[in-house]
T-cell receptor
Framework: GENVEQHPSTLSVQEGDSAVIKCTYS??????FPWYKQELGKGPQLIID?????GEKKDQRIAVTLNKTAKHFSLHITETQPEDSAVYFC????????????FGTGTRLLVSP | DAGVIQSPRHEVTEMGQEVTLRCKPI?????LFWYRQTMMRGLELLIY????????DSGMPEDRFSAKMPNASFSTLKIQPSEPRDSAVYFC???????????????????FGEGSWLTVV
């Protein structure tokens, strides 16, 4: 089955810096890659996603890139703010069994003022 | 919309007791998921339903776990008997079906509830 690895497990940056979180997946059939943000005491919330027919997607300060050949995808956050501090999860799924998202282990991002 | 509603938010119980977690999905959503989150294993899908029917329960850890969805607005996850290793945060989530013309496709976004924090002592 699909396996998703995520790095780093923790990331500390200064406000205004960029943050990059990387994930690799094992199943070449995977074609949908969402990113979730989980704040303390809350459930994960979708922040951006990308399909395998797209190499990059951007939404304001966040962007996701996908390299299908290498089977990895990354989340980029620019001009980080303290409210970006949270745990971020990547995930992957295949079209068939589309409902079964496999999550990475999470990255705890701390943005210091 | 109120979002996915879970209860209880926190539960502390003794080993061997029955635990029932409850979920109200977002109205109109056709899919309902139960996830478990632990430090060791991260987010794991336990079971999901489509139109109240269980589709895949391969993630349910063992027979002590059971889930039901008697109607479109309510689901339960039951653990009987509970054990300390069941301590985790249990999330319920739902997802809509999108309808584009005559074609149905699964909406991408899974909406999570705020979780039920279970501690078994």
């Amino acid at each position: 089955g699909e396996n998703v690895e995520q790095h780093p497990s923790t990331l500390s940056v200064q406000e205004g810096d960029s943050a990059v979180i990387k994930c690799t997946y094992s199943d070449s059939a995977s074609n949908y890659f969402p990113w979730y943000k989980q704040e303390l005491g809350k459930g994960p919330q979708l922040i951006i996603d990308i399909r395998s027919n797209v190499g990059e997607k951007k939404d304001q300060r966040i962007a996701v890139t996908l390299n299908k050949t290498a089977k990895h995808f990354s989340l980029h956050i620019t001009e980080t703010q303290p409210e970006d501090s949270a745990v971020y999860f990547c995930a992957a799924s295949i079209r068939i069994g589309f409902q079964k998202l496999v999550f990475g282990t999470g990255t705890r991002l701390l943005v210091s003022p | 919309d109120a979002g996915v509603i879970q209860s209880p938010r926190h539960e502390v119980t003794e080993m061997g007791q029955e635990v029932t977690l409850r979920c109200k999905p977002i109205s109109g959503h056709d899919y309902l998921f139960w996830y478990r989150q632990t430090m060791m294993r991260g987010l794991e899908l336990l079971i999901y339903f489509n139109n109240n029917v269980p589709i895949d329960d391969s993630g349910m850890p063992e027979d002590r776990f059971s889930a039901k969805m008697p109607n479109a607005s309510f689901s339960t996850l039951k653990i009987q008997p509970s054990e300390p290793r069941d301590s985790a945060v249990y999330f319920c989530a739902s997802r809509p079906i999108t309808r584009t013309g005559i074609k149905l496709s699964s909406g991408n976004t899974i909406y999570f509830g705020e979780g039920s924090w279970l501690t078994v002592v």
